[in-house]
């Protein structure tokens, strides 16, 4: 799905249509979870901190998120899958993988003549978009392969709104080009250690060779790094698929004896782990330290956080304050780091600093505001005199109908009173505490009330 908490927002407020929306933890730790295209193009991405998206687009709407709407549009996407394959893989709430060889669209296939198959197959993606047009009002990217590698790439290379088919054989033309990032398992200090060899493109990782990538980064990183530049990847689609944790760990060919040694190779380990966690949209609230001594005698830490996580600085304190209580004056021969405890979605934790932290009042924005009011208040408690309400939250008036909440500040709250589907509603700024203002469910999405983000970029 493209951009899809904003794209959400968008649709069910009209009055948000084709503007900046950001969504995310609006306290001063606070993180983008989604920002809309109309933000993108003022440099705001996902995992951006907060106060640095205000400073480069301050007219956006600062909204929290609304995971149960998320949720209710996610479903709907995933029967549209569901009803080309029984394999799907979800990785996160607006993604997921789809084996179309296992289900009625991989049999009307196959009785296709080779030479229609790319048009075919091509068909199939349209069709897909169009019904997830047609379902929700939003906008999806597919990209579709012979691998889950080439399929993810494909389709975060159709965005926004695009399709990519990649021929079986066209692998290495496409991969070629890309930078070393592009592939899974290489972070930032794998992609330092490839740019001092002079690779920075896949290209380039192919025309190395697999001895001189082992040579670098070691056996098994180097060969898996190999076997996905030259675009082979026979990794199934695991449907219904219940992951436990999420772990890393190497085994070295000398034992560690260097006490910054063992704590720098844990970080590289934390960050690795943060890596794959991400890259499955989960987060988690243990994290798991594993250390195998010179004598093969394996010590395993834990420590478990107030909240799940997909944070790597979160990470790498937590697992360096378990190696703090482990003694490796005689060697390591092996460290792991895992997290477990996972989390459905890792969007969700992006938010727990931003909102349980104390913050300041804002005003309540203009009545002739276009945007809403970057407010920062707490979840709204039972009536009182300090009642307070969220950006973005779903409201119901009983003299204004449905609407949601601009912002709020000094004993008042700003609301503007629309539907999805409906035109630009009026604005109205209420005391905090009327008694006819009330919190209330998401209004369902009224499809085709989405607006199609054009071209690609």
Not at 169 to 182: F, I, K, S
Not at 187 to 197: D, S, Y
Not at 367 to 386: C, G
Not at 434 to 440: K, Q
Request: glycine content about 10%; charged content about 25%.
């Amino acid at each position: 799905m493209d951009a899809f908490f904003a794209a959400v927002e968008q649709a069910s407020k009209p009055s948000l249509r084709g503007k900046p929306v950001i969504v995310g933890g609006l306290g001063p730790r606070g993180v983008v979870a989604t920002a809309s295209y109309e933000a993108r193009v003022h440099g705001v991405h996902s995992a951006m901190a907060m106060a640095h998206a205000r400073r480069l687009c301050p007219n956006a709407a600062y909204l929290v998120p609304r995971f149960d709407m998320y949720r209710t549009v996610s479903e709907r996407v995933m029967g549209l899958l569901h009803e080309l394959s029984p394999l799907v893989e979800p990785l996160s709430l607006d993604e997921a993988f789809v084996d179309l060889d296992a289900g009625p669209c991989g049999e009307r296939l196959r009785r296709r003549p080779p030479e229609e198959m790319p048009e075919a197959v091509r068909a199939v993606g349209e069709a897909l978009r169009a019904g997830i047009a047609a379902a929700t009002g939003l906008t999806a990217s597919v990209g579709i392969a012979s691998s889950k590698l080439l399929a993810k790439i494909g389709s975060e290379a159709a965005k926004p709104d695009g399709l990519l088919v990649t021929a079986p054989g066209t692998e290495r033309e496409l991969l070629g080009p890309m930078p070393v990032r592009t592939l899974w398992g290489v972070g930032p200090a794998t992609a330092e250690q490839l740019r001092k060899a002079a690779i920075t493109t896949v290209a380039e990782i192919v025309e190395a060779g697999e001895a001189e990538l082992v040579r670098l980064l070691g056996k098994a990183h180097g060969t898996g790094l190999y076997t996905m530049a030259t675009g082979h990847d026979d990794r199934p689609v695991m449907a219904g698929r219940d992951v436990k944790s999420v772990s890393v760990e190497g085994t070295f060919d000398v034992d560690l004896t260097d006490r910054a040694r063992v704590r720098a190779e844990v970080d590289r380990l934390a960050a690795r782990c943060v890596q794959r966690l991400r890259g499955a949209g989960r987060s988690g609230r243990t994290v798991v330290l594993k250390v195998r001594r010179y004598d093969f005698t394996t010590l395993t830490r834990s420590e478990t956080l107030r909240a799940p996580t997909d944070d790597p600085v979160v990470v790498k304190e937590t697992a360096a304050r378990l190696l703090d209580a482990v003694d490796t004056t005689g060697g390591v021969r092996l460290l792991g780091v895992g997290v477990a405890g996972l989390s459905d979605y890792t969007q969700e934790d992006l938010f727990t600093h931003g909102l349980a932290d104390g913050l300041p009042e804002q005003r309540p924005t203009d009545a002739d505001a276009e945007a809403p009011m970057p407010s920062t208040a707490l979840q709204p408690s039972q009536p009182s005199s300090s009642r307070r309400w969220l950006p973005g939250q779903d409201v119901r008036h009983t003299e204004h109908g449905p609407g949601w909440v601009q912002g709020s500040g000094v004993g008042r709250v700003t609301i503007r009173f629309e539907v999805p589907g409906g035109e630009p509603g009026r604005i109205c700024t209420l005391p905090v505490d009327d008694p006819e203002l009330d919190a209330s469910d998401p209004m369902p999405l009224v499809p085709g009330s989405g607006e199609r983000v054009p071209g690609s970029g």
